[in-house]
């Protein structure tokens, strides 16, 4: 079995001093981070290519140590963790962030690559066949451990590299959850996880000692992408290997922040309509500072909330059936008042949004309702009059602003216009003759619109024809102010119906009028 102090230590120690020696190369050859005012508020240009020192104190380690190895153990340790795998990964994942930092990637491309490395950790061995449980016999994912594997690489990816925002926190937040995993593996000899989290803590800590607030140089995306990968494939194989209850989630707890931001970060984008990948000052991090809280204090407060996360991780792999029922409860309380706390903006975001949508959707079956009873009381309609006023009432209901309906009739010069009725808002609905409000020649076909003004709002109009048995008797004309809003599909919708009632009833009132 590996010497997990040594591991720790070699890895600490080449952290600490490529971690320096990465300092001075990136401010010499300019890959730094300057402020901006806004998402980078630091007082001046700070290195940012960190993960270049993590990923030689990782990998640094692990070699030095398999030198010092004898051979037999070696290769049982080689076998069980898939050292050079997870290397050649994290190689990958390094050089993407790396390309990112220096010439700048774009998000489709940055994304499209670590899908690719992902791809090809799953077919290297590295999958989530199946989910245990401390209540029943495994959960098997069957077709979808491929996308259940993906989803896991390109989340724990794009949970460091979303919260690395202010100096110290996505290190400090690493140390925890790799911390976590170790001890997890030490307690239950794991021996290829603990002794690969140990590389990965050391590494990170010793990086971390340069990037405390106020920090002397940043991890960049080379950094922050790496962790998360590590932080994968590390958690990903300390579950496969080992028979402990609800392994997998070990790991997925010990991130519990960095996923709870993540989690509200991709609400937060998609109830605003923004892309994934957009910035913002909306993270954990910054509402802490918006509180008045120092970038130290922020940072210190989000390290004791790891730590409670990575305390109950541990506490789950030594509990059974009921006591796991209640580690689990405790979690997800601890989950939910967090989410209460710092997630107030989104459920805020959320609540109005659903408010709307409610609205909407009772205002489209009081308008679809409307126009159905308003077609069958029709029927009943003994003159145009009264078609008029049923159809008044949907206008109420759909709140249109003006309408109009002008009834053809037969002349010397063949059809003109004869009896208009118009209707506004204000309750003016009396037939009366004379020039038509909207004019002739606002649409021939139904429901066809046009942009107008009607005060100083946006303004939806359209012509419907009324028509039966090919020939014409009228047009029905509609305004409504919109102020830009979406037009529901209600309204339309209402008005077709109530155009085929009107123009079946008109021509019926009309015949029996003539007789």
């Known amino acids: 079995m590996m010497a997990y102090g040594s591991v720790f230590l070699l890895a600490f120690t080449l952290g600490v001093l490529a971690t320096i020696l990465m300092r001075s190369l990136a401010r010499r050859a300019g890959v730094v981070d300057a402020p901006d005012g806004f998402r980078k508020t630091q007082e001046e240009a700070i290195p940012r290519l960190g993960g270049v020192a993590i990923f030689v104190a990782f990998g640094g380690s692990l070699l030095i140590q398999s030198l010092r190895t004898p051979t037999e153990q070696l290769h049982a340790y080689l076998d069980a963790a898939d050292i050079w795998l997870i290397v050649a990964g994290a190689a990958a994942v390094f050089l993407i962030g790396l390309l990112d930092d220096i010439w700048g990637l774009r998000a489709r491309w940055k994304l499209l690559g670590m899908l690719l490395v992902s791809v090809g950790m799953y077919a290297s061995g590295f999958r989530i066949a199946g989910i245990s449980n401390p209540f029943g016999a495994e959960i098997h994912l069957g077709r979808l451990a491929p996308v259940v594997t993906v989803f896991w690489f390109l989340g724990c990816m794009n949970a460091i590299n979303l919260i690395d925002g202010l100096d110290g926190l996505a290190a400090g937040v690493t140390v925890f959850a790799s911390g976590t995993v170790l001890l997890v593996g030490v307690s239950f000899g794991n021996a290829g996880a603990a002794a690969l989290a140990a590389a990965l803590a050391g590494a990170t800590l010793g990086f971390l000692l340069l990037n405390f607030p106020p920090a002397s140089i940043y991890l960049g995306d080379c950094g922050s992408l790496l962790l998360g990968f590590l932080i994968a494939c590390i958690g990903l194989r300390g579950a496969q290997k080992s028979h402990m209850v609800v392994a997998l989630l070990i790991p997925v707890i010990a991130l519990g922040l960095p996923i709870m931001d993540t989690s509200l970060a991709i609400f937060r984008r998609w109830l605003k309509s923004l892309p994934f990948f957009a910035s913002d000052r909306q993270h954990i991090h910054h509402k802490l500072l918006e509180m008045g809280l120092t970038q130290r204090k922020a940072v210190l407060a989000m390290y004791i909330l790891c730590l409670a996360f990575g305390e109950l991780a541990f506490l789950l792999t030594a509990t059974h059936g009921y006591q796991s029922a209640a580690a689990l409860l405790v979690i997800g309380l601890l989950t939910f008042l967090s989410v209460r ?6 459920l805020m975001m959320l609540k109005e949004r659903l408010g709307v949508y409610a609205e909407k959707r009772g205002r489209g079956r009081r308008c679809r309702a409307a126009a159905y009873v308003a077609s069958a009381s029709m029927r009943q309609a003994r003159t145009v009059d009264e078609l008029w006023g049923a159809f008044v009432g949907v206008a109420q209901t759909m709140e249109l ?37 909207m004019g002739e020649g606002a649409g021939e076909g139904a429901g066809e619109g046009a942009d107008g003004s009607l005060g100083e709002g946006v303004l939806w109009s359209a012509v419907f024809p009324l028509r039966t048995n090919g020939t014409e008797l009228g047009r029905l004309s509609v305004r ?3 102020n830009g809003s979406p037009l529901g599909a209600e309204i339309p919708e209402s008005l077709q119906l109530l155009t085929k009632a009107l123009s079946i009833n008109i021509e019926h009132v009309a015949g029996a009028g003539s007789e």
């Open 480 to 482: 409504k102010v919109t």
């Open 341 to 346: 706390t710092i997630g107030r903006h989104e």
């Open 401 to 437: 602003d003006d309408a109009s309906m002008v009834l053809f009739g037969d002349g010397p010069a063949g059809r003109k216009r004869g009896a208009i009725y118009g209707w506004e808002r204000n309750g003016n609905q009396d037939p009366h003759p004379g020039p038509l409000p």
